[in-house]
């Protein structure tokens, strides 16, 4: 058994039950739906499809990164046990949560020092930070190091592709990130934005795109582009879903049929309330081994 703990955030937006079968430690993101305060918990506090029809019905929905006391609470649990710990944390291009890890790695140092607290900005979001930690489990349980754990995961971080699209612009609309002009346009036309996460771990519009036909068409496309043998890929496929388990399952099953040396099924997982609360219902994200994001 390795000497440390491998640690994430509930933003990886996988399954509580998967995270314990690969023994993955992890911290709760926060939200806030009409001034009640929720743990980004999984949906065991709200479900996604009870989370949106509240959304949809006009509940005020505000998400709250892991504070630095959290931070401290979480990891000093492991060090006072004589472990170290090497945790991954979402995206510093879409939340300031690396910044309080960090922060509670200098308060912590000064009481354990003979432990180690890796802190790694996975510059990953949802299910694509989700397959980081996964293979970083696995990486684990073949006898990886902390420290080595901690060094792969800088270094291969930027070969998880994420690609998402939407049928469901509410939440881009409301949340600015596309004019209301353009939404009603593209609500008219059927357009389905096209989106990755960039290197700076952002997440940007790539392609507009007209119907999910076309769509998920397009991400298959995308997906042989870009992934490690192309055609010929060999690894794991996670997807993610805003309460849209049909469009992903479709998806998944496009994915099959095309990529027929993958390793094993692709895994479906739902969005999380803290991703969810910004994307609304209506979101398929695709993550997979492939060339670096550049």
């Known amino acids: 058994m ?44 709200n479900s996604p499809s009870d989370l949106y029809a509240k959304m949809l019905a006009g509940a005020d929905a505000k998400t709250s990164q892991v504070s630095t006391g959290d931070y401290v609470e979480h990891f000093e649990q ?9 945790h991954v944390t979402l995206s510093s291009g879409i939340s300031g949560t690396y910044n309080s890890a960090v922060a509670a790695k200098g308060i912590l140092a000064e009481k354990y020092p003979e432990r180690k607290l890796i ?6 979001a949802s299910a694509g930070y989700g397959l980081l930690v996964d293979r970083l489990a696995d990486l684990r349980d073949q006898g990886m190091g902390a420290e080595e754990l901690g060094a792969w995961a800088e270094d291969h971080k930027l070969e998880v592709q994420h690609w998402f699209f939407s049928s469901d612009l509410t939440f881009f609309i409301r949340g600015g990130r596309i004019s209301k002009a353009a939404g009603l346009i593209g609500g008219m036309l059927k357009i389905c934005p096209v989106m990755d996460v960039e290197p700076d771990g952002s997440l940007a519009v790539k392609e507009k795109i007209r119907n999910k036909k076309n769509t998920i068409k397009r991400d298959l496309q995308i997906m042989e582009e870009l992934a490690v043998g192309g055609a010929e890929y060999a690894d794991k496929v996670f997807i993610s879903h805003a309460d849209c388990e049909d469009d992903a399952r479709e998806v998944a099953s496009q994915v099959e049929a095309k990529f027929t040396k993958m390793d094993g099924p692709v895994h ?4 999380g ?9 209506g979101t398929v994200a695709l993550f997979f081994w492939g060339k670096p994001r550049a």
């Open 268 to 271: 479906l997982f739902p969005i």
């Open 119 to 124: 802190v790694v900005d996975s510059l990953c």
């Open 2 to 45: 390795p000497g440390y703990v491998l640690s994430c955030c509930s933003t990886v937006d996988l399954t509580r039950d998967w995270l314990d079968g690969r023994d993955i430690k992890y911290v709760y993101f926060n939200y806030v739906l009409d001034g009640v305060s929720c743990k980004d918990d999984f949906g065991q506090t």
């Open 273 to 281: 309330a803290t991703i969810g609360c910004h994307t609304g219902p």
């Open 78 to 86: 492991f060090l006072a046990a004589g472990l170290d710990v090497v």
